[in-house]
């Protein structure tokens, strides 16, 4: 072991192993991974070594299928047997919701490429697996890149390929503290004390303390797990193939073939933690004993789905742990704060995933960022609101005892809530509202009579009449919304406006003004779609998603310079917004500032009514609006006092399901669907703000690269559909005829032009507007054509009235 390594890796298990592997691969050599007892012995070595391809993260989908595909290279690559089992394998849906569900699953994966899946009938089901009742069954989907591996021999592939690519490991060596210096880390070892640049907690079970050893507190817990592997079938004893990995949604269930009996796995509904604050250090390669009685009502499920296993008996009992986040996606990245801190770590499935986090992560590392949009995956997507234990308790025990249960787009889930409520919450709650959440923040969605409850629906719900009466409101009259869900970040010091000028590909506003200025990487794909505000004293803000706060905040921090001090205002401030052709009127009489003189996108400090507020005249709706800031204690007073104000003009107070109605009628793209770190400004029409004279920005040179060559090869476009009950949601593919040629971003009904609308990502060649295509909605297939982008007003004169 050397004194010196340029990166060092913490943890011996399925994702270590293929942190160092790739880092290899790239270059990278001066690697080590140091694993305190001997490789596997976290998780990896009792996991079920089931790899299968659906994810309900798209990305993350995309990352799953990369690592199926690798597993034979690092066996080719390393001469280690990994035991690859590519049975094929089968999802199974057992009610009508979820069979449409995964018929729109299946579409999902055809626009990103996945494209070895079809859907199968139960009798079809029943001939690839001969030993599944199919009683209660819909159809199912069929995946060819599905199966099961070998996992100790797996990890030990990952190692070996490292090592003949110059990475080194070495095992029996415990990390037992680490320390930051002006060059990195210095980690303490029980074997001696190592230098680097960086280090990967790839820790597993242990990533809570390996975490804490260097003042972090990471969002994650184990959760115990069971799967038994049966005797001998003789069923499978006399067919001259495997079965495939089968996974019964309905049942909590997964199984597949080992020998000539199955793994029967369960996704535990009464779930158990284990061993919140990490395993202990003593915990060796252990097993629980078996709790039959806790997944008892899944056992029954399983037995009754596999009907063969009450005639052979239980060989070996597996109760094991693994580490979740509170959303089941992994934790990877710099950590925020932590120069040089890496995190690799709440790896859910290890075997499917491991390949794609450690080649994401070396890419990151290496080149700055990853290839793929790895947003899901960022550590940075958590606030410090989710280092609370309850918070986690809660969260990852709701994902665990969900995993197979289907979750629908318009469903709101209890785990972590109510967290942080703006100070007007109870009074919305007491006018209706019914709420939704944005990272730790309470949202209105919208304000419905007393009583009603939503239906979970993958169609239009029940709140479909409801969110439509708040677009007429807004476009009629005059609408109120929360706006405390926006990020808020003030920028001071005497460098603001040059660092801001290198960090936003924009023009920057004239004092009292705000802008919107796309924020580019250096590769040019995008990192916020932020609007900069100019308040005319010197100060200045960022406004963007509220839920990227952290994630902002690690990218302003990164390029942060001397003479430029930059705050995170989301504790601080709080606002509502007012929409509507009557904005104006609510606003007269409330100041004597005049802030309803304001020109379209001027901004400044008003007072209105007793309170000192900051107002932009802009508006998401595409109407002509104001949004108006105030301190956090002002907010119930300014609810208040705008109410008042707006009871002759029919005030009605409104959320953000009719924001999302709204903004879609004027194509405007929010994050997360048209903008996302995957996408160019070209790609999705942001360059149309990029200041191309400006000499210097970041991803200025990838940007103008993209603009004189040969341009992006898909571009946003707005879509009309012929949809019926249900709308676009995102991901469904878009076809001309049989030729798939993008991918809708988000849909949704637009109530003003009373048609159904989607934005997608389109190729190029057919963004023509009246280019006739189809689009699947939930498993239909539509017609759909290209309309001209902002259907609803599309010149912008109410904005700018
Ligand atoms: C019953 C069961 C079934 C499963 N089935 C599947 C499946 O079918 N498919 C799938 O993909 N996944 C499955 N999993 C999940 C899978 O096991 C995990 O996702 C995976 O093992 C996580 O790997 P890891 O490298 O992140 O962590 P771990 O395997 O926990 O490795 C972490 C390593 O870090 C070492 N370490 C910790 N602290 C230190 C320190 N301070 N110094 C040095 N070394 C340290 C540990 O000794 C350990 O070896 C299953 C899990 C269970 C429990």
Redesign the pocket.
Known sequence: MNSHYRVVV???????ASVIYHLAKMGWKDVCL????VL?????W??????HALNADPNIAGLQAYTIDLLQEIEKESGQNIGLHMTGGLTMAGTPDRWEWLQSAYRVFQSIGIDDCHLVTPQEAAKLNPIMSTDGLLGGMWADREGYLDTTGTVHAYAMAARKRGAQYFEH???EAMEQTSQGWRVITDKGVISCEHVVN?????AKQ?GRMAGIELPVSPLK?H?LISDSIPMLEEIDFEVPMTVDLEGFTYLRQDQNGVLL?IYEIDYEHWAMDGAPWDYGMELFQEQTDRIEHELTMGFERYPVLQEVGVKTW?N???TFSPDGNPLVGPVPGKPGYWCA?A??????QGGGVGKSLAEWMIYGEAEADVYGMDVARYGRFAENREYIRQTTGQFYSRRFVMTYPNEQLPAGRPLKMAPAHDAMTAAGCQWGQSWDLEVPLYFAPEGFKETPSLKRSNAFEIVAQECRAVRKGVGLLDITGFSRFEVTGPNVASWLDHIMASKLPKPGRAGLAPMLGKDGRMKGDLTVFNWGDGSWWIMGSYYLRAWHMRWFNDHLVDGVHIRDLGEEWAGFSLSGPKSKEVLEGLSNDRPQALPFMGCGNFDIGLLRTKIGRLSVAGELGFEIHCRMGDHIALRRLLLEAGQGCDIREYGFNALLSLRLEKSFGIWSTEFTQGYSAGATGMDRWIAWDKPDFIGREAAIAERDGNGPAQKLATLEIEAGDADASGYEPVWDGEQLVGFVTSGGYGHSVKKSLAMAMVNRDKTAEGTELEVHIVGVKRKAKIIAASPYDPAGAVMRA
């Not at 596997?40 to 990896?44: D, L, N, P, R, V």
């Open positions: 913490i943890g011996g298990g399925v994702v270590g140091l694993e305190r007892s596997t012995a976290g998780s990896s009792h996991a079920a070594g089931g790899i060596t415990k990390v790839a820790a597993g079970l242990w390996v797990h799967y796995g597996v094991g742990a693994f770590c790896v859910m499935a290890g075997f499917l």
